[in-house]
């Protein structure tokens, strides 16, 4: 089930007025957006928050769809209506139109609670007479009781163990309307929604339902009591319980004496029963009296529509009961006081601890230096919505709080934001300087890179040898013109629309044994060098190296037959042939003496003659 009350995030202004009116700080603030929730464990169901929300960002548990559903699905239904509706509903003219009206919104019962009243009433007055020094919290307010059990649970014995009207009233239905008949109480209090959840068995009531929503319903049923005949409450019909909205209606009911120096029970009514129950709970034994407690007159219940005049609704309840108690049957009314004399009124009442560990001085004393109220904590703006820094600190170590709610606190630390924002920001604009600076440079230096590519490439392409490099799959990322003329016609063509072949497949350009050698390299990440091989009907060295790992490889070939590579390429073979022959013959030469130089000589002469044929043959 829903909670009772619960707050809107949208449209609440974290003004924290609910803060400041909730009497057993039932209202926290938690999160960093600094909105407040209400904790319903701790929620009385006084209603003080919601009088003073301006933005109304407080909802009510709403039970018109859930009336509408009891009335469209069940026949058997009986309304259990709150005597203030004397007080509620001026502009009806007459309280027998109201009761036609609940009919036509699908009551087949409607009671009064009035009657309720009367029987708690006597159970009252027999419950005094029997007290023998006991003193008794009167329990008719679900507010009073859900306070002290939540906040005083050390009193719960001196609530009195009887049930509210109410409670009575719907016993008396049951019996009358039957066992399946379904209750629904028309309240001026919104914590009757809450109230109704402990009653079971025979008291058993199925919804409450306020004033407030009884109007809407009304106007959205489009049901005006001009269109109307009378009807009136079904018996037993109330008497004195009629008086009941008042704070000491039920003491009148009760025919308890009220005269000052004889009444043994003393009524206060607002938020200064908070205090009284403290001074039962500390002098009860000097007191000795009774308390008769209401956090607000049913008369003015949260239940009912905002803005009315207490005095004004009173004189309504005061013209409504004298109009009723002319007509009222008193014999009838008597005969059914007897007939539910022997109701069992009695109830139980549990303790519902919600009080919060107090704090240490010392952590106390923390949070307040934190919040820069060392100096005179006892005092306060009242901005955070509670009555002074002190209460301030306890609530925020009880996690009730935060400090963000303090004004003071926050505006300090929006000012260590905003400077903490201006290093920030002169750290950027330093950083800003440097990043213009290396882009600067990094501008040069690339401009430099660039240039060295372009000499380069340059190179590159007035090289005799044949150049290319290509990528994994074999593309060609540059070449030059020697390896451009070495491919044939086809490739100049191609070199004209696509300079250097960028991007040219290899495979489709070489032959097999020719581009495999490319693919080795790139997978094995191993260079080839002074590889012949033949192409075309040349015969071409190659040597294909890595250039960057299993990405990019290039190679350097060179056309044996050209006369300059041919002339440098014998040389160095010859080189190596003496090279080796010369190891060869010194390990024979310790066996066969001179045998070897004169190899050398002979070979030395060969190359010789060569160089000297090729000299006069370029000369
Ligand atoms: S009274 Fe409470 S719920 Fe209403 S706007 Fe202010 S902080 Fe929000
Ligand atoms: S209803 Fe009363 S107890 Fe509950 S949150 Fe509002 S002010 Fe506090």
Redesign the pocket.
Known sequence: MEP??KINQETCIACYA?VR???????RVQSECVKPE??PE?????????AVCGPGA?EVRNARNDLKKILTENKNVAALVDPSIAGEFPDITDYRKFVQMLRTLGFRHIHEVAFGVDLVALAYSELFKMSRGKYYIMSNDP?TVSFVEKYKPGLVPNLAPIVPPVAATAKVVRRIAGEDVILVHISPL?ASKNEILRFEGESRIDLAITFVELRELFKESNIHETDLEYSDFDAPLGYKGNFFPVANGIIQAAGIEEELHLSPVITVEGNGIIDAIKEFEENIGTIKSHFNLFYKEFLMG?GTSLGGKRILRRSQLTSYVKKRLKILDIKAWSDSIAEFASLDLRRTLKADDQSLPVPSDSKLNKILKDLDQLESPEVGCGGCGYASCTDFAIAIAQGLAIPEMCNTYASRNRQDHIQSLKISNEKLAQAQDDLKKSERLAQKESEAAGEATEILRRMLHKLPSMVVICDTNLKIIQTNDSFIDMLGEDAMEINEVVPGLAGADLKTLLPYNFYNLFTYVLSHNESITNRDIQHEGKMLNVSVFVIEKEKIVGAVIRDMSAPEVQKEEVLKRLSEVIDKNLSLAQQIGFIMGEGASETERMLNSIIESYNLKQDLKDR
């Open positions: 009772l009350l609910c009116a909730c009497p057993v700080k039932a209202i209400i904790i701790r929620c009385i169901g006084c209603g003080s928050c919601l407080i507010v919104i949260r």
